[in-house]
């Protein structure tokens, strides 16, 4: 059974620094895309960030550039999110996501619970 | 930067056919996929590549994509079919995804 478990959200105060991580499970790890996608409750679900199978490639919303960095290690079938410069507009509920195996027009199958980073003074 | 608009609600009588939209420019050149999130939960893949169904997602999802949009059929809505909708698709390398729909069954 595919699992994705986010951890390490939590209650930090602006321009503080965090780390997510995703423990990844029931699959082969290393041959999938994956992603960062954010959510405000009660909003709506925004992209965040991507990296291949191997970590070279890597993209990040505009929003974010700069100060998140996405990254994962295959080994531990983990995937990260290194949020630097944290603003209250960071806050939301952070899930990782697989993208499916299709080459082109694949969705984010399988999702994690979701970790909730809040930004507050 | 490319942006996906989706109408804020829907309305279905049970057994009824729902339809959500989802607009952007040349949506059709593109792949557009569709999420399911339920209150509460994860947001869950009902249709990727405009038209496939991954394994487990009922038959009465399906889904179609021309010109500038993209739509999501639910046929024989039920009751558990009441959640947001999402519609997502690529833009470069980037994921994009719409405001997202609520779809109301009553």
């Known amino acids: 059974e595919v699992q994705l478990v986010e951890s390490g959200g939590g209650l930090l105060q602006p321009g503080g620094s965090l780390r997510l991580s995703c423990a990844a499970s029931?699959?082969?790890?290393?041959?999938?895309?994956m992603h960062w996608v954010r959510q405000v409750p009660g909003k709506g679900l925004v992209w965040v960030s991507r990296?291949?199978?191997?970590?070279?490639?890597?993209t990040y919303a505009d929003s974010v550039k700069g100060r998140f960095t996405i990254s994962r290690d295959n080994a531990k079938n983990t995937l990260y999110l290194q949020m630097n410069s944290l603003r209250a507009e960071d806050t939301a509920v952070y899930y990782c996501?697989?993208?499916?195996?299709?080459?082109?027009?694949?969705?984010?199958?399988?999702w994690g619970q979701g970790t909730l980073v809040t930004v507050s003074s | 930067s490319y942006e996906l608009t989706q109408p804020p609600s829907v309305s279905v009588s049970p057994g009824h056919t729902a339809s959500i939209t989802c607009s952007g420019d040349?949506?059709?050149?593109?792949?557009a996929c569709w999420y399911q999130q339920r209150p509460g939960q994860s947001p869950v893949l009902v249709i990727y590549?405009?038209?496939k169904r991954p394994s487990g997602i009922p038959e009465r999802f399906s889904g179609s994509n021309s010109g500038n949009t993209a739509t999501l059929t639910i046929s024989g809505t039920q009751a558990m079919d009441e959640a947001d909708y999402y519609c997502?698709?690529?833009?470069?390398?980037?994921?994009?995804f719409g405001g997202g729909t609520k779809l109301t069954v009553l």
């Open positions: 990296i291949n199978q191997d970590g070279s490639d890597t």
């Open positions: 029931g699959f082969t790890f290393s041959i999938y895309w």
């Open positions: 040349k949506l059709g050149d593109k792949y």
């Open positions: 590549q405009d038209d």
């Open positions: 997502q698709a690529w833009d470069s390398s980037t994921v994009v």
């Open positions: 996501a697989r993208e499916g195996i299709e080459a082109i027009g694949a969705g984010l199958d399988y």
